[in-house]
């Protein structure tokens, strides 16, 4: 039974890479010039995610993107974050196909969704998020670039 299981194809998230990792900033420009002057990586894409309250400036490191998050208004998620945490790391988002299975196995399995379906997000991917109680404390999103 249980080889069937594992055997079951899409059972698993099975993430093809990080597509990005998402930081929490107090000032978008500042942290910009961090990445570009002292890291060297090149910001190639900045835009406002308005159902998030938030601005968000890219990099590309290899396959996986960094995606900076500065708040625009204190009371949506990123402004709450660093109100409690302060800056850093946000959320660690995997690559995926299938997203809307692979939320309703996650769901299957146990895991607290906090998107339930796929929504749009930053550079035209569907993505999702995983709460951090059900999966030892990391934010998790699930995006799927449907485009491609
Ligand atoms: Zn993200």
């Given at each position: 039974m249980i080889i069937n299981t594992f055997a079951?194809?899409?059972?698993?998230?099975?993430?093809?890479?990080?597509e990005h990792i998402g930081i929490a900033v107090k000032n978008l420009e500042k942290s910009i010039k961090y990445y570009e002057e002292?890291?060297?990586?090149?910001?190639y894409n900045i835009e406002e995610v308005k159902d998030q309250k938030v601005k968000t400036a890219f990099f590309k490191v290899g396959q996986t993107k960094i995606e900076l998050l500065e708040s625009?208004?204190?009371?949506g998620p990123i402004g709450k974050f660093i109100e409690k945490k302060g800056e850093g790391v946000h959320h660690i988002a995997f690559a995926v196909n299938d997203i809307e299975n692979k939320l309703k196995q996650a769901e299957e399995k146990g895991i607290r969704l906090i998107d339930k379906t796929s929504r749009k997000g930053a550079e035209g991917l569907d993505i999702a998020f995983l709460h951090p109680k059900s999966t030892f404390g990391v934010l998790t999103e699930l995006c799927e670039d449907k485009n491609k």
């Open positions: 079951r194809n899409n059972y698993f998230m099975k993430p093809s890479h990080i002292v890291l060297g990586l090149e910001c625009t208004d204190p009371e």
